[in-house]
């Protein structure tokens, strides 16, 4: 078969493949049905995925306004890896060959020469069983390491492109190492705004502020401007445990890089909703006017927490001093309990508290031998109910303050690579021997736990990890105000690309479908130009000679004739 028609084959196969492989790809939360949830109730999960489906391809038809007003694309530990992961870095490709023709050149020092050529054999073999492998190794690993960036780039490009979240923020461990020096740190920073998430911006200093009772609105929700543009190009990003450390880990140089470029690791933000309706505005409670209300302006408020030093011990107790005041002023600022109308949204990084068996990461601490921190998997649970009572408000005494019942809102969080959503709560009917639980989240809707009366309670969702080897995720969080009740209500979906695998296939797929359509394209204007492709290489015919081409007849001999000898 010639080289024409063997690419022409191949091309029949190829071709269709990497079409539908990269329109696939290129496409998945269409293909998967990802999108934001709703505001409007639905009778059943199918027909509200259905519908939040139909209404996102709407909006990059004609407009759309069924969306929800705040949308926040949650993204879980990316952890870019870099030089820490590189058998090879920083150091020759083939040391024991180096060695080996430096023992034959005499320029190390051996007692004889029979020593001298034993150890040439061995480094000779080192390089076979250690340096070739340690070699190819290494450049496997920085080939994975070039793709995983543009691999976690295209959960980032493709889900903003399609489903098209208000706010973005990335749920902690943006690095994958906190032990990293300046210049990796920097390379590894440079890889995370330049390629995995190109085109974003951090938050500016002067918008992201610290809690006060007087504060300036970071944006409205649901308005088209300029800031609202602002909010889509910017990242909001958490701090975790490998881009500053635990507790025990946790310096004022690996914090302030941190923050030098992405941005604040503890600050809120507050965005009103306005309400355009008269009546209703008449109803929102003002000091003068209508001060027997308990309607306050919707507002929603995104707090983000550096939770690594909230337990102890700490390396450096000033920074945990500031992470207790800053907790501490977030909950004096806020709103009181009584009050309807606000929203909390809180990004952090560890999770709260809960027993074994709940989650995949069961509670877990180890400290260093000096003291501080090394390593947990949940905050404590004495931590964790600074969460639940003192940024929520929830009680588990009915006399408490708005009958216990807290503030609206829910914590985001990652570092539990798996994920998982929980819903904690306290039942006040069970008196001095209430106590907080947990609920995966799924039961408790099968028990009807959350609005219970006499059961205050809130969902905390940790996003399961973007990478790869989990499965590529990404959360969609829709938060809206119901009007009617006068509270916000949201939901949230999970939309997985599948693992890295499938976007190196394609991506290999498609590059030998070009080379191949490049040697064919090149064949055919060979044809063109006059050479016979289809006999190429063609076999050489064979020659005849002069002899061979005399044909010799057979002598015919009759009985008669024969000669007798």
């Known amino acids: 078969m010639s080289p024409a028609a063997l690419l022409r084959n191949v091309l029949r196969v190829l071709v269709p493949l990497a079409v539908a492989c990269t329109f696939y790809l290129y496409l998945y939360p269409v293909f998967l049905g990802c999108a934001f949830p709703l505001p409007q109730p639905v009778n059943t999960t199918e027909r509200g995925t259905a519908a939040a489906f139909q209404d996102t391809l709407r909006q990059h038809v004609l407009s759309s306004n069924k969306a929800a007003p705040f949308r926040l694309l949650a993204l879980g530990d990316p952890q870019l890896e870099g030089d820490t992961s590189i058998r090879n870095y920083n150091r020759e490709s083939f040391p024991h060959l180096t060695w080996a023709i430096r023992h034959l050149t005499y320029k190390t020092d051996q007692p004889s020469l029979r020593k001298r050529l034993r150890q040439v054999v061995h480094d000779l073999v080192d390089v076979f069983f250690e340096d070739i492998p340690d070699t190819a190794e290494s450049i496997r690993k920085r080939i994975d390491l070039f793709g995983n960036d543009f691999y976690l780039a295209h959960i980032y490009r493709t889900l903003k492109w399609w489903a098209k979240p208000t706010h973005v923020t990335v749920l902690g461990d943006l690095l994958g190492s906190q032990w990293i020096k300046a210049p990796e740190f920097e390379r590894r920073s440079w890889r995370f705004w330049n390629r995995s998430f190109k085109g974003g911006e951090r938050v500016p200093d002067e918008v992201a502020l610290y809690p006060a009772e007087e504060y300036d609105l970071a944006g409205l929700l649901g308005v088209e401007d300029e800031n609202a543009a602002a909010w889509r190009r910017r990242v909001i990003n958490v701090a975790g445990n490998h881009d500053i450390g635990y507790a025990g880990d946790l310096t004022q140089e690996r914090l302030e890089r941190f923050e030098r470029v992405f941005g604040k690791a503890a600050y809120e933000l507050r965005f009103e909703l306005p309400v355009t309706n ?272 005399v044909e010799k007849k057979p002598t015919v001999v009759g009985n008669g004739d024969a000669k007798k000898e």
């Open 278 to 549: 008269p009546e209703l505005n008449a109803t929102i409670y003002d000091p003068e006017k209508n001060p027997d209300s308990n309607r306050l302006i919707p507002e929603l408020r995104i707090v983000n927490i550096n939770n690594m030093n909230l337990d102890t011990p700490a390396a450096d107790q000033s920074l945990q001093d500031k992470t207790y005041a800053f907790v501490n002023d977030v909950i004096n600022t806020a709103s009181a309990v009584e009050y309807a109308g606000h929203f909390t949204v809180v990004l952090t990084h560890i999770p709260l508290y809960k027993p074994e068996g709940i989650c995949v990461d069961a509670p877990f601490f180890t400290f260093h031998a000096g003291g501080g921190v090394k390593e947990q998997n949940q905050l404590s649970a004495d931590a964790s109910r600074g969460f639940l009572e003192g940024i929520f408000g929830l009680n588990g005494d009915p006399n408490a303050p708005g009958q216990g019942r807290g503030r609206r809102g829910v914590v985001l969080n990652g570092h539990d690579h798996e994920g998982c959503d929980i819903y904690h709560y306290i039942n006040q009917t069970e008196g001095e021997e209430r106590q907080w639980r947990v609920m995966r989240w799924s039961d408790a809707q099968v028990e009807k736990l959350p609005g219970k009366p006499g059961i205050p309670g809130l969902r905390e969702i940790t996003v399961r990890s973007m990478m790869g080897g989990f499965g590529g995720n990404a959360g969609l969080l829709s938060v809206w105000f119901d009007e009617n009740e006068w509270e916000w209500k949201f939901e949230f979906a999970n939309c997985a690309l599948g693992r890295q695998y499938f976007w190196w296939f394609v991506h290999i797929v498609d590059l030998i479908a070009i080379v191949a359509l490049v040697l064919y394209g090149a064949l055919q204007a060979a044809a063109a130009a006059g050479f016979d492709i289809e006999k190429w290489p063609s076999a050489k015919t064979p020659v005849a000679t002069k002899n061979d081409a």
